[in-house]
């Protein structure tokens, strides 16, 4: 995700900070800083640590139990809204989404239980004073993870609990009509969400704009991994496109933009491998002050990431649109450059078997073009 920062690493999954998360660190701090003074302001910045701290370990839940079904996170994320972990695919099975699902909130639990025991004693009203320092900073931090706990079950995208109500959905209706039905519930919670919120709560407003978009978004990915089912990365990808040698100076890469709609053209060496991008932006910039006879290894995207033409279409969608680039380089076993996907290609496929189920993808696959 751009604008975030690598704290860590642990088990092979990087721990990010997004630059807002520590925007919203300085607004606590000196909002309390404003009321109370430096005490005031360093309680509320230990106290919202700590608590990223419990959502880290929540997102760790789901990873942990991902894993046990072969299932990766290269990366977690804490934001402002709290943390996001990027799993490489979906469960297959729906209990094993469940198991992954829950495994968050019981984490939180189990915080929240262990440190009620280390208070040894419960205070319902404490829950509305999270925010209050006059409340021991356990006793805030057992009451967060519980209303954490809580409120991650909440049947409805993009918490926990609508991917639990997915889960239990899909068991007797399939995951393509479960994921509409739970969408249609998380939505229909937002509206209720937005309504009370008009009555003087404007966070409120702002979670169920929230949460009707992120519904509305659960819904598409799965639409997609559905359409993308059965499919190799080779059926959907272009084939027909126009490459630069290694050797390439930047007036060829004039000529190929000119000549091809391309907006992305790969860098492939000797053996037609790639070992690099150049976009169409790059050689503007490139323009301003090279000459034209520059070699355009100086100015291509290296390294970049590559996709295999054999594998499973779905189970590459999610990564592939977690990318911040264009269009990614499709290799064949040997490692040589056989196509580019990008999204205007998977956007098509969609629509060709949105429109026709029962479409055949036979792509006859012609070598690349080198310039």
Known sequence: MRWSLTIGRFGGTAVRIHVTFLLLLAWIGFSAWQQGGATAARDSLVFI????????????????????????????????IGGVASLQALPEKPSQEFAIAIAGPAVNFVIAVVLLAIVGSFDSA???????????LVARLADANLFLAIFNLIPAFPMDGGRVLRALLAMKLGRPRATRLAASIGQAFAFVLGFLGLFGNPLLIFIAIFVYMAAAGEAQMTAIHEQARGLAVSQAMETRIASLSADARLADAVDALLSTA?????????????????????????????????????????PIDTLRAEAPLDATVDSFLQQETGAVCVVDRD?????????????????????????R????RSAPSTT
């Open 49 to 80: 640590i700590l608590l990223f701290v419990c959502v880290v370990l929540h997102e760790f839940g789901h990873i942990l139990v991902a894993r046990r079904y072969g299932i990766q996170a290269p990366e977690v994320t804490l934001l402002p």
């Open 126 to 136: 404490d829950l509305a004073r999270l925010d209050d320092p006059r409340v021991s």
């Open 262 to 302: 391309q907006q992305e053209f790969p860098v492939v060496d000797a053996y037609n491998k790639p070992i690099g991008m150049l976009t169409r932006d790059g050689i503007f910039a490139a323009l301003k002050d090279q000459d034209r006879d520059a070699a355009v290894a100086g100015f291509m995207r290296a």
């Open 335 to 359: 490692g040589a450059l056989v196509g580019l996907l990008d999204r205007q290609n998977l956007a098509e496929m969609m629509m060709i078997r949105s429109m026709r189920p029962d479409w």
């Open 361 to 364: 993808f036979e792509r006859a």
